[in-house]
């Protein structure tokens, strides 16, 4: 991993990403977080001060170890207990069936193998266990996804592996059964990077 996504990109993600109206949003998806819970793509740690008090226990994950650097001073300053673990999705080492609820944000439009990671979420999740997520994706309008195909080549390089136009909820309903979905454009976004998936899915 080079200097731009160990070194660069953490830092330029946890000043893009820790504004306000990204805060709302972690708030608003995680309040029904609870038990043994599992965040993939845990980056600088930007969710942790959302976690209800349900939560008995988190284990995070994130390839990068130059997020997991930053994400420090949020772990030590935190109530949890948090096991940290530098490690990609798409092979998990928890044994099946092994958390209440799994946790990504703004996540699964950077894992390489997607789909592969996404079968992993569903295998170590408990069977009544819930996938919470917030993610950007395909908008439905043809002439923004004209844009997102066109672009994300462009965007994997410069947001470190980011694609602007993966199709969310038909990713997740391959995998899970979608409880809930709320999909729109957020707020001061560019369409192109803006169109959101948030919601909560079970096996
Ligand atoms: C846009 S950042 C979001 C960070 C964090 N989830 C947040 O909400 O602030 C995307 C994150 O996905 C991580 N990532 C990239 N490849 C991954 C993989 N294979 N498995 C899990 N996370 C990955 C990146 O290192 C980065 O921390």
Not at 34 to 59: D, M, S
Not at 188 to 195: K, M, S, V
Request: net charge negative.
């Amino acid at each position: 991993m080079g200097f731009y996504s160990r070194i660069l990109m953490p830092r330029l993600l946890d000043l893009l990403m820790s504004g306000e109206s990204f805060s709302d949003y972690r708030q608003t998806l995680l309040a029904d977080v609870k038990g043994e819970v599992l965040e993939i793509g845990f980056g600088t740690g930007l969710n942790l001060r959302h976690y209800p008090e349900a939560v008995q226990r988190l284990t995070v994950i994130d390839p990068n170890p130059g997020m997991n650097a930053i994400a420090q001073k949020r772990i030590h300053a935190s109530h949890l207990t948090i096991d940290t673990q530098i490690l990609g999705s798409e092979a998990l080492p928890m044994a099946d069936n092994t958390f209440d609820s799994v946790v990504s944000t703004w996540t699964l439009c950077s894992i390489p193998k997607i789909e592969q990671a996404l079968e992993e979420i569903h295998r170590v999740l408990k069977p009544d266990g819930r996938f919470f997520f917030m993610e950007h994706g395909r908008s439905p309008d043809p002439s923004v996804q004209i844009w997102q195909d066109r672009l994300t080549p462009i965007q994997k390089v410069i947001a470190d592996g980011c694609h602007l136009n993966r199709p969310m909820q038909a990713l997740v309903e391959r995998y899970f059964k979608v409880l809930t979905l709320d999909c729109f454009y957020a707020d001061g976004f560019p369409r192109i990077a803006g169109y959101m998936y948030q919601g909560a899915a079970t096996k």
